[in-house]
């Protein structure tokens, strides 16, 4: 994708819009990398790592946070008409973020109750990811991503590969990894079976459920494959697992709960009496 | 280690032709004997002296898992374990039983065909790149407490990673170091079916030592000559024929009480008839595409590559990962994808399992060991989908007829 011979090294931009600033501390994290990534791209743009701010153009554009203002909605696509390659990093970029969670809900009412003058905060209903504003190239999953995968795809980039991204589910990783299954074993809700792999099944290594913080596995939005079968495991986390309908519900509405799939799961256990 | 022979498309080697096979290798001149509950630590330390990392089951996370142990109070004393579709729950009996837990998700799969191999580091050069083979460092591993339908899976893998031209180095290496110390089950799961598979519930071969636990004594038999070795100076006692009938007794009641059974008598064909029968659909409304049941299966062998460079490109590391036919880019073919549904996956999995394994290995894929009706999160039981499926082709072989009675 990039000319590694070339003189002039990559231009990587890291922007943030409505998040934590869990995943730029992902970067931050990457320790001795984080020196291989500065040797291999100019990092132009990173204010949560340096005030030395360059406009654009980038090659590489790293994108944390959802669009919750008139205001981002804007900046995206001004960002996007500058870059080459838009990667959104993490849940809120990429899915909405939990964020979204006020895309059931009465944003007004929210403002009234938490600031004394409601009249100052300017802000969207919903919280979207970035996908539904600007084309993404890729997708980064998780809450925070995982900072070797990050890195992966960056070297692909660099290299000039198609960076690969699996759909497979936590699971897989789960039993390469020798843990014991949290919802066999000890009757969890887990989201694994039904969540993107990326994680290193963290959650269930340390014996809790994963509650899908990499969103759906495969056909969540991009590439080959179909939703995952949300609605076997809502069943048997019904049926078997004893969870009453709005538990079942809150377990897909979460972190990635406005990505399709886990959306469409929820409306229908909300419904459910 | 002797291989079934393959045979044409439908015949069917039967386990119990094989076991038997190697039965008179190592079991010619099999004494029972006797080492009291009390002594056990003694063939640990044997062990241990002849440098091997001991490996047996211990409690984790509410299964067991292998780990290395030392001393006999790591095994799952007084641990019960009971298995059903989608549910494992151990309980403590507060007996002093050792081997009560028949077992947990892994089998003995994980000790030869590791979950993540490294292959190759390639490193870039002046004039090209240079390659250099990863290899395990060759280790001597005793595993204690492998059950007979473990043994069956791991001959299954030998038969696939070991075999003529097709010998892999890094299984061979891993392999080539197992000691294997078998417990024959006396009391089955409810998941179990090894019976109908003839692979258990007695181990039969393919171990170096076989214990059987009768109240406070343990009857060995000896399979190997390293086995026998490992006896040399423990003090074993003789077991009287009573003893050994009380042993064989339990092995007989636990076969016995085995709920699930498979029929193998119409396979491969009876499976290949039945390809677009209306069941595959219902159990694909079911089954998540999650893998979990081809993680723990015993025999199941795919795996992938995975390729990783570092940032500088200098170098890059090759590793062998296991895969399965359930993910969605096992089916990738140049351009397309051959199994873009569940429903073909799950067709897959369970075609090659049963039937078509047997027209590729000359044996069945599958050992009875119900892992997989188990660790499957919404409990999907492959002896109830083939009867399901099977049923109605008893009746006739006509493709596509509504299931009844369910
Ligand atoms: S613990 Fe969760 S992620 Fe792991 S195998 Fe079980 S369901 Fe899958
Ligand atoms: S196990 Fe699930 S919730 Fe935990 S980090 Fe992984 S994807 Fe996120
Ligand atoms: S298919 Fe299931 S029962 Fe058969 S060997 Fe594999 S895990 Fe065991
Ligand atoms: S059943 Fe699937 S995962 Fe197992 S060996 Fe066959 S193709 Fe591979
Ligand atoms: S049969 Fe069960 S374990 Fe296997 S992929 Fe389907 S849901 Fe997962």
Same mark, same amino acid.
Request: glycine share 8%; with cysteine; proline share 6%.
């Given at each position: 994708?990039?000319?590694?011979?070339?003189?002039?090294?990559?231009?990587?931009?890291?922007?943030?819009?409505?998040?934590?600033?869990?995943?730029?501390?992902?970067?931050?994290?990457?320790?001795?990398?984080?020196?291989?990534? +500065?040797?291999?791209?100019?990092?132009?743009?990173?204010?949560?790592?340096?005030?030395?701010?360059?406009?654009?153009?980038?090659?590489?554009?790293?994108?944390?946070?959802?669009?919750?203002?008139?205001?981002?909605?804007?900046?995206?696509?001004?960002?996007?008409?500058?870059?080459?390659?838009?990667?959104?990093?993490?849940?809120?970029?990429?899915?909405?973020?939990?964020?979204?969670?006020?895309?059931?809900?009465?944003?007004?009412?929210?403002?009234?109750?938490?600031?004394?003058?409601?009249?100052?905060?300017?802000?969207?209903?919903?919280?979207?990811?970035?996908?539904?504003?600007?084309?993404?190239?890729?997708?980064?999953?998780?809450?925070?991503?995982?900072?070797?995968?990050?890195?992966?795809?960056?070297?692909?980039?660099?290299?000039?590969?198609?960076?690969?991204?699996?759909?497979?589910?936590?699971?897989?990783?789960?039993?390469?990894?020798?843990?014991?299954?949290?919802?066999?074993?000890?009757?969890?809700?887990?989201?694994?079976?039904?969540?993107?792999?990326?994680?290193?099944?963290?959650?269930?290594?340390?014996?809790?459920?994963?509650? +899908?913080?990499?969103?759906?596995?495969?056909?969540?939005?991009? +590439?080959?494959?179909?939703?995952?079968?949300?609605?076997?495991?809502?069943?048997?986390?019904?049926?078997?697992?004893?969870?009453?309908?709005?538990?079942?519900?809150?377990?897909?509405?979460?972190?990635?709960?406005?990505?399709?799939?886990?959306?469409?799961?929820?409306?229908?256990?909300?419904?459910?009496? | 280690?002797?291989?079934?022979?393959?045979?044409?498309?439908?015949?069917?080697?039967?386990?119990?032709?094989?076991?038997?096979?190697?039965?008179?290798?190592?079991?010619?001149?099999?004494?029972?004997?006797?080492?009291?509950?009390?002594?056990?630590?003694?063939?640990?330390?044997?062990?241990?002296?002849?440098?091997?990392?001991?490996?047996?089951?211990?409690?984790?996370?509410?299964?067991?898992?292998?780990?290395?142990?030392?001393?006999?109070?790591?095994?799952?004393?007084?641990?019960?374990?009971?298995?059903?579709?989608?549910?494992?729950?151990?309980?403590?009996?507060?007996?002093?039983?050792?081997?009560?837990?028949?077992?947990?998700?892994?089998?003995?799969?994980?000790?030869?065909?590791?979950?993540?191999?490294?292959?190759?580091?390639?490193?870039?050069?002046?004039?090209?790149?240079?390659?250099?083979?990863?290899?395990?460092?060759?280790?001597?591993?005793?595993?204690?407490?492998?059950?007979?339908?473990?043994?069956?899976?791991?001959?299954?893998?030998?038969?696939?990673?070991?075999?003529?031209?097709?010998?892999?180095?890094?299984?061979?290496?891993?392999?080539?170091?197992?000691?294997?110390?078998?417990?024959?089950?006396?009391?089955?799961?409810?998941?179990?079916?090894?019976?109908?598979?003839?692979?258990?519930?007695?181990?039969?071969?393919?171990?170096?030592?076989?214990?059987?636990?009768?109240?406070?004594?343990?009857?060995?038999?000896?399979?190997?000559?390293?086995?026998?070795?490992?006896?040399?100076?423990?003090?074993?006692?003789?077991?009287?024929?009573?003893?050994?009938?009380?042993?064989?007794?339990?092995?007989?009641?636990?076969?016995?009480?085995?709920?699930?059974?498979?029929?193998?008598?119409?396979?491969?064909?009876?499976?290949?008839?039945?390809?677009?029968?209306?069941?595959?659909?219902?159990?694909?409304?079911?089954?998540?595409?999650?893998?979990?049941?081809?993680?723990?299966?015993?025999?199941?062998?795919?795996?992938?590559?995975?390729?990783?460079?570092?940032?500088?490109?200098?170098?890059?590391?090759?590793?062998?990962?296991?895969?399965?036919?359930?993910?969605?880019?096992?089916?990738?073919?140049?351009?397309?994808?051959?199994?873009?549904?569940?429903?073909?996956?799950?067709?897959?999995?369970?075609?090659?399992?049963?039937?078509?394994?047997?027209?590729?290995?000359?044996?069945?894929?599958?050992?009875?060991?119900?892992?997989?009706?188990?660790?499957?999160?919404?409990?999907?039981?492959?002896?109830?989908?083939?009867?399901?499926?099977?049923?109605?082709?008893?009746?006739?072989?006509?493709?596509?007829?509504?299931?009844?009675?369910?």
């Amino acid at each position: 994708m990039f000319n590694p011979d070339e003189r002039q090294r990559p231009r990587l931009a890291v922007v943030k819009f409505a998040s934590c600033d869990g995943c730029q501390l992902s970067i931050l994290n990457l320790e001795e990398d984080l020196l291989a990534l +500065g040797r291999t791209l100019d990092i132009a743009y990173f204010p949560e790592a340096s005030s030395d701010m360059r406009p654009g153009p980038y090659d590489i554009a790293l994108v944390e946070g959802s669009i919750t203002t008139a205001e981002d909605a804007h900046r995206i696509l001004a960002l996007r008409q500058q870059t080459k390659v838009l990667i959104t990093i993490g849940a809120c970029a990429t899915a909405g973020g939990i964020q979204a969670l006020r895309n059931w809900a009465d944003v007004e009412s929210f403002k009234r109750a938490v600031y004394p003058s409601p009249e100052y905060i300017q802000s969207l209903s919903t919280s979207t990811p970035i996908s539904e504003h600007v084309h993404v190239d890729f997708e980064l999953w998780g809450c925070p991503i995982d900072k070797g995968q990050l890195l992966r795809v960056i070297t692909d980039l660099v290299v000039g590969v198609q960076p690969r991204l699996p759909a497979d589910s936590v699971c897989l990783e789960c039993k390469r990894r020798g843990n014991v299954c949290v919802l066999v074993a000890k009757g969890l809700p887990c989201l694994g079976p039904v969540t993107r792999t990326g994680c290193g099944a963290i959650c269930p290594g340390m014996g809790r459920d994963c509650y +899908g913080c990499f969103g759906p596995s495969e056909g969540a939005r991009k +590439g080959p494959g179909l939703p995952p079968n949300t609605t076997s495991l809502a069943g048997h986390f019904h049926s078997d697992l004893q969870l009453i309908p709005i538990e079942v519900m809150r377990r897909f509405r979460g972190i990635n709960g406005a990505v399709s799939p886990f959306r469409a799961e929820s409306d229908i256990w909300e419904k459910k009496p | 280690m002797i291989f079934p022979p393959c045979t044409r498309r439908g015949e069917f080697v039967l386990w119990r032709d094989y076991l038997l096979e190697n039965e008179r290798r190592f079991v010619a001149d099999d004494i029972h004997k006797i080492l009291p509950v009390a002594h056990l630590q003694r063939l640990l330390d044997a062990l241990s002296a002849k440098g091997y990392r001991i490996v047996g089951p211990t409690v984790h996370d509410g299964s067991v898992v292998w780990e290395t142990i030392r001393v006999v109070a790591d095994l799952p004393i007084g641990w019960r374990d009971h298995q059903e579709p989608a549910r494992y729950r151990l309980e403590q009996t507060r007996s002093s039983e050792i081997f009560g837990v028949v077992h947990g998700p892994q089998s003995l799969k994980p000790f030869a065909f590791a979950p993540r191999e490294s292959l190759l580091q390639i490193e870039r050069t002046k004039d090209g790149f240079a390659t250099h083979q990863m290899a395990a460092q060759p280790e001597k591993v005793a595993v204690i407490g492998a059950r007979a339908c473990d043994l069956a899976g791991l001959a299954i893998q030998d038969r696939i990673f070991l075999k003529d031209a097709y010998r892999d180095p890094y299984y061979a290496v891993r392999r080539e170091g197992l000691f294997v110390i078998a417990v024959n089950c006396t009391r089955a799961l409810s998941t179990c079916f090894c019976a109908s598979m003839e692979t258990g519930p007695r181990a039969k071969a393919g171990f170096d030592l076989a214990l059987t636990e009768v109240d406070d004594r343990l009857l060995i038999d000896v399979g190997s000559e390293a086995g026998r070795q490992v006896l040399e100076g423990i003090s074993l006692f003789p077991a009287s024929e009573e003893l050994i009938g009380e042993g064989a007794t339990s092995i007989d009641a636990c076969a016995r009480s085995q709920v699930r059974r498979l029929d193998r008598a119409r396979l491969p064909q009876a499976l290949y008839d039945v390809h677009e029968h209306p069941r595959w659909d219902d159990v694909a409304g079911r089954c998540l595409a999650c893998t979990n049941c081809t993680m723990v299966c015993p025999t199941c062998f795919c795996h992938t590559i995975e390729e990783t460079p570092d940032l500088s490109h200098q170098q890059t590391a090759r590793a062998r990962l296991w895969d399965s036919c359930f993910t969605q880019e096992h089916g990738y073919i140049h351009g397309k994808n051959i199994r873009p549904t569940i429903k073909d996956r799950y067709r897959m999995w369970l075609t090659h399992k049963l039937a078509s394994w047997i027209d590729q290995f000359g044996m069945s894929g599958c050992v009875g060991c119900g892992r997989c009706i188990t660790w499957c999160p919404v409990g999907i039981d492959l002896t109830e989908e083939l009867s399901v499926l099977l049923a109605s082709s008893n009746r006739s072989s006509v493709a596509g007829r509504p299931v009844e009675g369910r």
